[in-house]
């Protein structure tokens, strides 16, 4: 039985955008660098060629490993599902931190979309671990390596 990966709408287009790339773009220029390489005789001593096949070594195992995400990918379109103010996959949520008032706010990704910097924390993170189920209003304790923090749901938005 496949294991199904959640995954946005969003999240899923990337993949499909990244290997689109890596087979349209990188594909040829690293087979165009190994005939090149290839041209220049001895292959023993031949860095430029060492190098290639190591580039389209990478590129092929980034393809297999996109492709086979996708293949088990559950892509859930948060859009359609109706608002209910539960914290669920997909969601963006504002929290207040209770002892900073800081308030935060993130979307609830797979694994391979988060990013920290796009404030996209992955389903599996402590933090989402801690508000899934949860509703605006609830207060949850997350562990963090620091010490327990406590936030507020402040706002569940289907964005």
């Known amino acids: 039985m496949v294991t199904r990966v959640p995954m946005t709408v969003a999240g899923a287009e990337r993949l499909r955008e990244e290997v689109e790339q890596l087979k349209r773009i990188e594909r040829p220029r690293i087979s165009k660098a190994i005939a090149e390489a290839r041209a220049h005789g001895d292959l023993k001593e031949n860095a430029e060629y060492h190098a290639a096949r190591e580039q389209q070594g990478f ?32 969601v963006t949520v504002a929290i207040l931190n ?62």
């Open 59 to 90: 590129v092929e195992a980034r393809i297999s490993d996109i492709e086979s995400k996708l293949s088990a990918a559950q892509i859930i379109d948060i859009a359609t599902i109706p608002p209910t103010g539960k914290v669920i996959f997909g």
């Open 98 to 159: 209770l002892e900073t008032d800081e308030t935060l706010r993130y979307q609830i990704v797979g694994e391979d979309e988060a990013s920290v910097k796009e404030n996209r924390i992955s389903v599996t993170s402590p933090l989402a671990r801690s508000l899934i189920g949860k509703e605006e209003g609830d207060v949850v304790v997350v562990r963090t390596p620091g010490g327990d923090a406590e936030y507020e749901i402040v706002s569940v938005l289907h964005l």
